[in-house]
């Protein structure tokens, strides 16, 4: 099979990568992807780093082996717990990965307030910290650790009144601080943004980097002469480790569904 016309392989530790698929898509509408689901393990980012490491490396390799061109690590968590190996294993895979949006967020407005929502794990990892440590003096960046909001997403829940209390009780440790824009540092967290703009107040900004990463990963197969020329509509494989009919529905409303 000629490399160009083989699939995209895209993977998060549950639904929260498909937030990344629809960029994926949007901006690649010619080529064919294949996502997976890990939803049996997740939630990740509340897991020893070690675990998160080969449940990323196992599952990036499923991927290639079921035949992918390229990888985008489409979860912040495994990015920055995997990420700097996976490169070392597969040094001519082109290969993208996720990290909160703080560089759009922190220069959208000088000496801002930037709250970054992500897993408590990805907020640990020193990928997280050296990140923080380079925009640092042009905004006041506050680490907000969600856990438990991904499991929402998972759920199928996109609003309603446990997620929103949820979210009031998250945001009320940070009610100290005048936030002009928030990050969300998490893939599953863009299902939930109505919600968080609700709560937050329309006059903050919500970044998050599923845009760029999709950039990054067209960007990356052009150079590499691997984007598909067919000329013909691509197509979107789902394969969850939760391997029912509810969770495969569920993948593919995620996919098109309209805020
Ligand atoms: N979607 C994932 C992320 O971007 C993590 C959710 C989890 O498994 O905890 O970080």
Redesign the pocket.
Known sequence: MENSIKPIGVF???V??ISVLRELVGQMPGEDFIYFGDSVH?????KPLEEVRQLTITNVRFLLESGAKSIVV?????TSAAVAQLRKMYPDVPLVG?EPAIKPAAMYKEDSCVVVM??P??LKQEKFQNLMQQYKNMADIVPLPCPGL?EFVEHGVLGGEELTRYLEVLFASVNNKKIDSIVL????YPFVKDVIQGIAGDRVMIFDGGEGTAREMKRRLKEAGLLNQSGKKGSVKFINSLDTDDELKLCRFLLTYKR
């Open positions: 998060d530790s549950g929260g990568g997740a939630p990740y980012g509340t489409a979860c912040n968590t495994a996720i992500a897993t794990m990805t991904m540092g998490c893939t599953h």
